[in-house]
């Protein structure tokens, strides 16, 4: 079979890309609404709840890097087909679990599986786009749409799901759409060709899991227990693993992140306006959850339909971008896309104990908006930054930094709601709008390289 893609194909390789974020997305937030079911069967604890959140979301993080290069290495096209099984198989173990450790156990299982979903997917888009930067920031736009409709969506469907067939069909739910996105990837995807026989980083993806598990662990266990003793000890050891890991990647002749590809300033703000937007997003949902569950004391359905909004609001915004993009460029729309999210962040820390829907709705309408233009521009322009090579290690650190900032919300904003849900979500809400503001101030300014020639030319004029 042939590996060019003909143009038609790629709406068709868009979709198929797009199952893999979807159902990964899905998961981060559908458990929200049934961590009150989940914790009445076990009788877990809410630091034990919060596991069952984060284990999937540091999984993911920790091995987005390593789903990278592998799929570099074997064919994207191959790892992605590969990933929908295993997540489909972890799924499941998931849905069966019979003790709140089996379902941390099988989140993190599902979490590994889902890394193989997102740079593979990344790669396949940027393969059938063929370098076409309008094509490429299309096709992004419909993946991010997939993705971000799936983090809306999961609180509805997870609701409904809760009070008509119980929590484990959160979990059962996933098995048709890997099914759907396997079927679909072997029928319009055309082989991808895999990087020639070039070896397998080992000890930098081991030493790259390892500072990531700990960071996240860190943060997690920081959040209910304090921040000194064990938590503290995790995050220093990660903080020195991940100063290790950058220079194994600088020595290494094959690493599994190619640290030249950060040295262009596109790839490196991509990473870090990414890392904050999730940080501020997985957070917040996380508390809103609890506060709609345990402060306005709503059922799970409620709670999940709640949520509808968001959905609506990403899907226009996301599909906006890609014209946006191509009309005004990667930078700006990021920065306007920040800066109107980071409003509507302050629009719901006025949330309090005798709040209604109405009162929320101001605040979901205006988040997705600026996140749904933002988020695909900010992947576009990495994906624009980066050979074509490159596509699935930049994407697999971009997305793996980006699950890091989701944990650390999710555990930060967390401790935060643990005693008073209300304060909580107020204090999570202003902290989140002002990062993004910072992120997206930071944006703005122009680079070291053309701040200087305004003054190199001032200075010729006077001479």
């Given at each position: 079979m042939s590996t060019t893609t003909s143009p038609s194909r790629l709406p068709w390789i868009t979709a198929a890309a797009s199952f893999g974020f979807?159902?990964?997305?899905?998961?981060?937030?559908?458990?929200?609404?049934?961590?009150d079911a989940i914790g009445g069967a076990f009788h877990a604890p809410t630091a034990q709840l919060q596991w069952v959140v984060d284990a999937y979301i540091l999984a993911l993080a920790a091995m987005l890097l390593s789903a990278g290069a592998i799929g570099d290495r074997v064919g994207p096209r191959r790892a992605f087909v590969a990933g929908l099984v295993l997540f489909g198989v972890t799924s499941a173990a998931c849905g069966f679990a019979a003790s709140p450790s089996a379902l941390i156990l099988a989140r993190v299982a599902q979490g590994a599986a889902g890394a193989l979903l997102i740079p593979p997917s990344l790669a396949l888009i940027a393969h059938a786009a063929d370098g076409d930067d309008r094509k490429r920031a299309s096709a992004v736009g419909w993946w991010t749409a997939a993705g971000g409709v799936s983090i809306a969506l999961g609180p509805v469907l997870g609701g409904l799901l809760v009070e008509s067939l119980g929590w484990r069909w959160v979990f059962f739910v996933n098995l048709p759409v890997c099914a759907l996105g396997a079927a679909l990837t072997l029928m319009v995807v055309p082989p991808t060709p895999p990087k020639p026989k070039i070896p397998f980083d080992i000890p930098g993806q081991i030493v790259a899991v390892a500072a990531v598990s700990l960071l996240v662990g860190g943060l997690i266990e920081g959040g209910h227990r304090g921040w000194g003793g064990a938590p503290l000890a995790a995050l220093v050891a990660g903080l020195f693993l991940a100063a290790a890991f950058?220079?194994?990647?600088?020595?290494?002749?094959h690493p599994a992140m190619p640290l030249s590809v950060f040295r262009k300033r596109p790839a490196w703000t991509a990473v870090v306006v990414g890392s904050v937007l999730n940080f501020a997003y997985y957070g917040l949902i996380f508390?809103?959850?609890?506060?709609?569950?345990?402060?306005?004391?709503?059922?799970?359905?409620?709670?999940?339909?709640?949520?509808?909004?968001?959905?609506?609001?990403?899907?226009?915004?996301?599909?906006?971008?890609?014209?946006?993009?191509a009309r005004f460029g990667a930078r700006a729309v990021t920065a306007g896309g920040v800066l109107v999210a980071a409003g509507g962040y302050a629009l719901t820390a006025r949330l309090g104990a005798g709040s209604t829907l109405a009162?929320?709705?101001?605040?979901?309408?205006?988040?997705?908006?600026?996140?749904?233009?933002?988020?695909?521009?900010?992947?576009?322009?990495l994906l624009a930054s980066v050979d074509r090579h490159e596509a699935g290690a930049a994407s697999g650190t971009l997305n793996a930094c980006r699950q890091v900032g989701g944990a650390a919300g999710v555990a930060i904003f967390g401790a935060l709601a643990a005693a008073d849900v209300v304060t909580g979500l107020r204090v999570s809400a202003l902290s989140a709008a002002a990062l993004l503001a910072g992120a997206a101030i930071g944006l703005l300014l122009p680079s070291r390289e053309k701040a200087a020639r305004p003054a190199v030319a001032d200075a010729r004029k006077r001479r």
């Open positions: 979807f159902v990964t997305q899905l998961d981060v937030t559908i458990v929200n609404v049934a961590l950058v220079l194994f990647e600088r020595r290494a002749e508390v809103l959850g609890l506060y709609m569950l345990r402060a306005l004391h709503w059922s799970p359905s409620r709670a999940g339909l709640a949520f509808l909004p968001l959905t609506a609001t990403f899907i226009v915004s996301n599909l906006l971008s890609g014209g946006l993009v009162d929320m709705l101001p605040g979901f309408a205006v988040i997705p908006l600026g996140m749904g233009v933002a988020i695909p521009a900010l992947t576009s322009g």
